[in-house]
């Protein structure tokens, strides 16, 4: 239910935690319950024990995951900024927050239930930000790189710790019998708090280094062993003291190191076990807690509306305000506002807790469920209107002024020699291909290449015409390959997004192909983009644009290799398969899919856009040591720009071409006198053309 209703909500631009919470609540009473015998038969009562096990399992699992992704790191780039708001976006949301409650449990709530405990819950569940989906929208919306991005992550990893220690407070005062029992309680807390981030993080970051696990940036299975254990008995801890188990789960995410790509490893190593099963189980409980036919009143839809006004208002204008004050402007400041009122996941772990501790009762609860997917769904809306992409200011300070895909600076693209070059890598795959192009692209001072000109009909075999001398004067090239990682709704992903600004220098694909360029005597620089698969070619764009790029280059790895079952022989795929649509026996979904990434490049470029096929190893090292490329001319725009730079290859000493001009016969006749044989004279190229290269 959730993965299918995730396929409308990802179109609209919203965080999958809408499709999931949705998904519950149509699971539950409110509208498939109400099929006669549909919970007997489907979510009997006698399994509702055991799927709440497994679901606080994973939810223990996922709050580690969060604690994760908290980086006190972050707070301290704009310490002032981000503790302003973050201040503002407490104080005034738990303060509204607890008058609020005064109505709801006059009206609402048994008189059984604690007032002063209602009026810290409801504090709690109006004032707290959605960490994790924090983090997912600004990462959508491409704002981790912005001041506001920035600013807002810092804000919301005070908030996080906040609310959390807030919570924990409530449930430890509920669990209680008496006071006493409760400063017992806390103070038990407090010092399992100190005792974890310090020795504890000490211990763990010493161990990890011991392993090794620290330097080659991944835990090995006795380290997973070892935290999986600290989770749990974490976890376990926290419960018996009489505060959630899932706080303990949230603390140990606290103790492990970022360093060297570690916190993403262990993240990658469990993020599909928690969001494909675990979650999905919690949403259904939740769901089946949810009953939207007890709101069958006005005054209940009345409070639910002051509910979600109320939560929004206090946050959005907290944080508007204090986004101002530290000297955002005011576009900046509602887009701080908006982001910072986001609910999601969090906020149905509060209510959940408030739930089970009897705080709340089934409407109250439907209530706060309800206002945590309004608010949740109108955060992306919101912070596209007050702050679009024109508007943006990034982290380095310049205003992004990149226009929309399509335009550039194109006033470079009319050289005949060019030295600017972007490369695109996509998978370690295409690594070869890279290296292969970048190798043909060097150029040297040797005095003379080759380029054999050959004219021929098209019922005719090729013939040799003249042999042309090229001037070999070599401008330096620069290549700057930019990384391309897909981002998905991994929590790895979001990780790696964040952490941009060192993946840049150790990402392998990158350092490997920077290597090869400085043995090679070549200008390489590197840049790495995580973005949606369907954001590749935009973000191809604005590289080409930034850099100034006169030619995109696309390597197209070869593909799988094939062994025939009665030959034995071997034989790469065709990677053309997929484009024309060639059927063949072998699967080219890969293909497919790559080929319409080609296309969208080719629609959007600001620059020319060569495609590499690398075709293998054609003989073995040592046999030749010169190139020689084959180039079909046709005429028009794109053979002219093809031949161009085919010119420029030749500059290289170690590449050899020829070219073969095909007419028809019928026009050889009244081209003959007009174009005896191929021009070698500097072409002029028009704009925006498409260059096809076959190794």
Known sequence: MAQFLALFFDRIRQPRVIAEIIGGIILGPSIMGRIPNFKNSIFPDASIPGLTLTSTIGLIIFLFLVGLEIDTKIIKRNVISATSISVAGLIFPLGLGAALGVGIYREFIDSSVNFGYFLLFTAVAVGITAFPVLCRILTSLKLLDTTVGVVTLAAGVGNDVVGWVLLALTVALVNASTGLTALYVLLACVGYVIFLLYPGRWAYVWLARWTGSLEQGSPTAGMMTITLVIVFVSAFFTDIIGVHAIFGGFLAGLIIPHENGYAISIVERLEDLVSIIFIPIYFTLSGLRTNLGLMDNGKTWGYTIIICLVSF????????????VTGFKWRE???????????????????????????????????????AVILTFITTPLTLLFYPEKYRMHSGGERDHSKEAGTGPRQYLDEEIKTRFALILEKIEQLPAAMTIAQLLQPDNMPTSSLTLTSAESSSSPEKLVESPINAASPPVAINALRLVELTNRTSAVFKSQAVESLVYNDPVVSVFRTFGYLNRLHVSGAFSVVEHGEFPSAISKHVSETESQMVILPWARGTTIIAEDS??????????????????????????????????????????????????????????????FLPFFGGPDDRLALSFLVQLCRNPSVRATVVRIQKVDEMASNEKNNPILPTAPITVPLHQVITMYK
Not at 316 to 324: D, E, S, V
Not at 337 to 365: H, P, Y
């Open 333 to 371: 400041s509602g887009a701080i506002g908006a982001l910072m009122s986001c609910k999601g996941l969090v906020e149905l772990i509060v209510l959940n807790i408030g739930l089970q501790a009897g705080i709340l009762d089934t409407r109250t609860f439907s209530m706060f469920v309800l206002h």
């Open 568 to 629: 034995g022989s071997t034989g790469p795929l065709n990677p053309f398969d997929g484009v024309f649509h060639k059927t063949t026996t072998h699967d080219q979904t890969s293909s497919v899919v790559f080929s319409e990434f080609i296309r969208q490049v080719f629609l959007t470029s600001p620059s020319h856009v060569a495609l590499f096929v690398d075709r293998g190893l054609g003989a073995p090292y040592g046999s030749s040591h010169s190139q020689h490329l």
């Open 313 to 324: 208002l206090s946050k959005f204008a907290a944080c508007y305000g204090a986004a101002y």
